[in-house]
Structure formats: structure tokens, C-alpha cells
């Protein structure tokens, strides 16, 4: 049989840990040194020891470091494909179908905010019945009808308008031409709901994230899955970006197409070699017979000592692989879901669990609960960072670009700097950062998430700052050139000023971002991982719609001579007007956020680790 190890460990918030190890053998029980049963354990018993040992074998041969390339390349191909159209979207949409600036960069907002709600819906399923595998395979194949579905609207003449180099009275697209668009961007939409919750929670499936594993590591998955994507996002804004501007629309987005259909090829083909996770049932399902439980057992009364709370080890093994979680103090009414009535257990038969639930599965809402309003405060990040990239591209399009004489740098390819920030502050981060931090704080991190949270949101303000001042600048010089009634024009200030603003937020990204994904997966119930990155997602979603509100609004209200955003002519705007507001904003947001930290308490958990060797 094999035998199993317990470590029960909890995380302060300066992220300091205490642990106990202990043995046990499979039955179940109620104690850290109770016995429990394994789930298959009915089965094992009928088959022949030297079985036994290879199917484990065989299990323990799955899943490592070789699986992770071929999966990590359907993510890469992925942000590959989904940059490469969207670094660029807000010039497909002024340039090619002749939107209005406001109108067109809500379009992005609003796709940003629709692909980063279906996430969840994603996440749902997986974790509930398709597994995370299945979900990846039908969500690759919808995103990849997206891209030949948006790929067609740029070949075709009859689904974009006439070209209107001068931009005045333009032909916008007609109804059918933006509806083929819209089709598009659903499908796009629908493919990513599968792939973007899953294929992170997936690759971290086949290697071992537990607590003890992952501080003996010299390297961070979190940090280094980062950076490959950001590697994939330097490609899309250097390589398909200037293919777009300077060759094609057509091949600019049949390149992503192509990239696509190859990744998902080479993600099947590694099949054969992956851990595949059975779903442990619908999470929310069992959140809802909590509450239930929780409802129906308002009057009894808890009893002080929690083991005396009703525990199934068996029961609660498809949910607590890698261990169960210990009960907290937090959210007491939840606890009197296990509050064990005669007759409502038996060892016969399971209870019914709308009328009686195990401490796990009490303390999986309870985790879940803790970390939302720590998640929410990535709601106004995303709602103030919402349409900075195409007012981003939008001023780039006005400086001076040369290179040399012969060469212009693509406006959308401004935000190479930021990605490339990304990508050498997550190396500095890990090296440099991480070791010298931890000789103060003693703690194998370096910082612990909720730390690196709130450093990201101080860059994220600085970058508002600074992207005030050098609008301010930008508009200044416009001005003095007497340049504001000439749209076409290029105002003679080097595109470089952009360069800080996009080197700020790229910092933002290596903290805020890096730090939310591991905080997410680490926090969540190990059965809701899908659906806690799904969340990271949701932010997203939330923060683009209320982007969109935020920016018709100030269209809308800032009149008519004076609007601070404009639709055809940047140089009349107040643009620095509008990142003083979201400076303002997330200010407020910082402040929530240290709030919800300092309240933060993390989730004790009672980790199993599989030694080496089988007993037969």
C-alpha cells in the first residue's frame, strides 16, 4: 500500500509557517492521527500486489517537467495570437473600419471583459465534470475557429469598408461588416472562457505544488510561466505588429491562425504523458449544501472543540488529494454544517450533505470566502488600466516614431517596452530581489503574496502619474506647433517619452499580477483552483465593463469643445485629465487593499505527500 505522510501548515500574514508531521495508515477518522481510506481502496484489495505496484508506478511516471512544454505552448500560442490581434485591435478598428476612437476602443474593453468572463464558465465545467484536459481541447478548438473567423474579415473586401487615409468624413462599417466582427470576437471569446483558467491550474498539476516542494525549489513556476508568456507577447508586438502596419492584415492575423492550429497539435500529442485530475464534483454544488446545512442548523449550537465536528476522510477524498484543510475560527456559523445530529452519520452509508457537511468542505467555503475582497481590489486595477493600451497606441501614432530615415516603429509596438520590463524584472525579481529580501524577512519567498499585491499597486499609481504628465507634455508642444487642428500630424516629441509610463506598468505586472495568479492558486481549496483563476479573469472582465462605463461617461460629459477624449483628433482632448481621475481611483483602491491584507488570514492546511516506495 502506499504510505502517506501529513503535514499540517499555516501561514501567517508576514508569511511565516508552523507545521507537524505525523504518520497514518488509510480508514477513515476524525484526528490528525485518525486513519483514512483511500478511494479506491474497495478496488485495490481485488487485484494482485505486483499490479498494484505497477499501476502506481505507472502513475507516479506522469506528469513532471516533460509535460510542461507541451502544454505551456498552446498558453504561449495562445497570447501569441490573442496579443498579436489585440496590441493592434484599436488600429484595426480606427484605421481599417473607420470607428470612431471612443466607439472603437470601448469595442476592446468590451472584448476584454467578455473573454475574461468566460473564463468562469470554463472553470466551472472543468472542475465540475469535463476535467481540465477536455476543457483545454474544446476551448483551443472555438479559439481557433475565432481566428480563421477573423482572419476572413481582413481578406475579404466586402466585410471592411473603403480606406479613408485622411480621416475625415470616413465610411464607418456597416451593420453586416461589424457583425461578422462581432461573431468573430465571440467565438475568440468562447475559446478563451476553455483555455485561460485551465492551462496555468493544469501545468501546475503535473508538477508538485505543495508547501514543502515548492520552498525547496530555487525557482518560482508562477515567475517563470510569466515569463514565457511574456516572451510570446514580445513576438506578437514586434514581429505580427509590423507585419500588420507594413505587409498585411492578412497575413498579420493569418500568422496567429496558423501558430494556433500547430500549438494544439503539439498539445495532444503530448496526451499520453500528462496527470490527468479527476473533477471532485460541482464546487458549487457544495458550496450551496453548506449554506444549506448551515441554514437548517441555525439554532444549533457549535461545539468549542472543533474535533468534535463532523470529519469523513473517505467521504472527502476526491477534494483533499494533496490534504485536507484544518478548521479555522473565521466564519463560525458555517461550522454548524458539521454539527453531527444522531443518526445523520452512519458508517453505512454517506450522509446527506445537504444536511451535514464535512470540516473540509465548510473550511472550502471559508477559504473561498477570505480571499474576495483581497481579489477585488484587482477589479479597479483592471478598470484604470482598461483603455490605457489604445490611448497608449493612440498617442504613439501622433509623436515622432523615426528610427532612421527609413524606418518608423509601429505605434502598437510601443508596448514592447513594457513587456520587456516584464520579462527582465521577473528575472532580477527571482535572482536578485527574492534572495537579498529574504535575509530580512526569513521567509522563502522573499515577501509573501498579499506584499507583492500592494508593491504592484504603487507602481500601477506611479504609472498613472507619469502618464499625466507626459499627455500634459505631449499636448503642450502640439500646441505650440500649432498642431491641435491636425489630426494627421506628427508632433515634434519623441515617441520615447512613452517609454517610463510603459516601463511603470510593466513593473506593476512582475508585483500585481504575478502575485494575484500565486496568491489565487495557493489560497483556493485544491478543487476550485480552475475556478480561483477563473476569478483572476473575472476581475478582468468586471474591470473592462466598468472601464467602458467610465470612459462613455467622461465622453459623454465633458462637452462637446472641450472633451477630454475626442474622437478623431487626440490633440484636442484632455487625456491627462482622465489618468489624473484613475490616479485618483486607485489610490482609493490602495488604501481598500491594505485594509483587506492586514485582515487577511491564510488557510491551514494538512498536506499528504506520497513517499517513494511502495510496501507490498
Request: overall charge positive.
Amino acid at each position: 500500500m502506499v504510505v502517506t505522510s501529513i503535514v499540517a501548515v499555516d501561514q501567517d500574514f508576514h508569511g511565516s509557517y508552523s507545521s507537524r508531521i505525523g504518520k497514518r495508515k488509510h480508514d477513515k477518522g476524525i484526528g490528525p492521527e485518525m486513519e483514512f481510506q483511500d478511494n479506491n481502496k474497495s478496488h485495490e484489495a481485488e487485484k494482485p500486489e505486483e499490479v498494484k505496484i505497477k499501476e502506481y508506478d505507472k502513475r507516479k511516471n506522469l506528469g513532471g517537467m516533460k509535460t510542461i512544454p507541451f502544454i505551456l505552448v498552446t498558453e504561449v500560442c495562445d497570447r501569441f495570437s490573442t496579443i498579436g490581434f489585440h496590441a493592434n485591435m484599436i488600429t484595426y478598428l480606427t484605421q481599417q473600419l473607420n470607428l470612431p476612437l471612443v466607439k472603437a476602443s470601448n469595442i476592446v474593453s468590451n472584448f476584454n471583459g467578455t473573454a475574461s468572463l468566460t473564463p468562469l464558465i470554463g472553470a466551472l465545467i472543468a472542475d465540475s465534470f469535463a476535467g481540465r484536459f477536455w476543457t483545454i481541447i474544446v476551448g483551443s478548438i472555438i479559439y481557433e475557429l475565432g481566428l480563421i473567423s477573423i482572419t476572413t474579415t481582413a481578406l475579404l473586401k466586402s466585410l471592411h469598408p473603403p480606406p479613408c487615409p485622411s480621416l475625415v468624413d470616413c465610411k464607418e462599417a456597416s451593420s453586416f461588416q461589424l457583425s461578422t466582427l462581432y461573431l468573430s470576437l465571440f467565438l475568440l471569446a468562447i475559446g478563451l472562457g476553455g483555455t485561460r483558467p485551465c492551462v496555468m491550474a493544469y501545468a501546475a498539476d503535473q508538477l508538485d505544488m505543495s508547501k514543502s516542494c515548492v520552498e525547496s525549489r530555487s525557482w518560482n513556476f508562477f515567475n517563470w510561466y510569466y515569463f514565457i508568456l511574456g516572451l510570446a507577447r514580445l513576438a506578437a508586438v514586434t514581429i505580427v505588429v509590423y507585419i500588420q502596419d507594413n505587409v498585411s492584415w492578412g497575413w498579420g492575423l493569418g500568422i496567429p491562425t496558423i501558430a494556433m492550429a500547430v500549438a494544439f497539435m503539439v498539445f495532444l500529442s503530448g496526451s499520453p504523458l500528462y496527470k490527468k485530475v479527476k473533477p471532485g464534483g460541482s464546487p458549487l454544488v457544495r458550496v450551496i449544501q453548506v449554506i444549506v446545512a448551515a441554514i437548517r442548523k441555525r439554532k444549533a449550537v457549535a461545539p468549542e472543540d472543533p474535533c468534535l465536528l463532523y470529519q469523513n476522510q473517505e467521504l472527502d477524498a476526491a477534494i483533499s488529494v494533496h490534504g485536507r484543510l484544518l478548521h479555522t475560527t473565521q466564519f463560525k456559523w458555517l461550522d454548524k454544517a458539521a454539527v453531527e445530529k444522531y443518526g445523520e452519520a452512519t458508517d453505512s452509508s454517506a450522509p446527506n450533505l445537504w444536511k451535514l457537511a464535512t470540516v473540509h468542505r465548510v473550511e472550502e467555503l471559508k477559504s473561498f470566502l477570505r480571499l474576495l475582497p483581497v481579489w477585488a481590489a484587482g477589479i479597479l486595477l483592471v478598470t484604470a488600466n482598461s483603455h490605457s493600451s489604445s490611448f497608449n497606441t493612440q498617442q504613439a501614432r501622433t509623436m515622432d516614431r523615426r528610427l532612421s530615415n527609413s524606418f518608423q516603429i509601429p505605434p502598437a509596438s510601443m508596448s514592447f517596452f513594457g513587456i520587456m520590463t516584464v520579462i527582465i524584472g521577473l528575472v532580477l525579481y527571482e535572482r536578485l530581489f527574492v534572495p537579498l529580501v529574504r535575509r530580512f524577512t526569513r521567509n522563502s519567498a522573499g515577501i509573501t503574496y498579499l506584499q507583492r499585491m500592494g508593491i504592484g499597486l504603487l507602481f500601477n499609481i506611479l504609472f498613472s502619474v507619469v502618464a499625466a504628465l507626459v499627455e500634459k507634455k505631449r499636448r503642450t508642444v502640439a500646441e505650440n506647433h500649432n498642431l491641435v487642428d491636425n489630426p494627421k500630424a506628427t508632433v515634434p516629441i519623441s515617441v520615447f517619452w512613452l517609454v517610463p509610463q510603459l516601463s511603470l506598468h510593466g513593473m506593476s505586472e512582475v508585483f500585481m499580477a504575478v502575485g494575484q495568479l500565486e496568491f489565487l492558486y495557493d489560497q483556493s481549496p485544491e478543487s476550485m483552483r480552475s475556478i480561483a483563476l477563473g476569478l483572476f479573469w473575472i476581475a478582468s472582465s468586471v474591470g473592462d465593463y466598468l472601464g467602458t462605463l467610465m470612459v462613455s461617461l467622461i465622453h459623454e460629459h465633458t462637452g462637446h469643445k472641450n472633451n477630454w477624449l475626442p474622437d478623431r483628433n487626440l490633440n484636442k482632448g484632455k487625456l491627462d485629465y482622465y489618468y489624473w481621475l484613475v490616479t485618483g481611483i486607485q489610490a482609493v483602491n490602495f488604501v481598500y487593499f491594505v485594509v483587506c491584507a492586514w485582515c487577511y488570514t491564510y488557510k491551514p492546511l494538512e498536506e499528504v505527500m506520497e513517499e517513494d516506495s511502495v510496501s507490498v
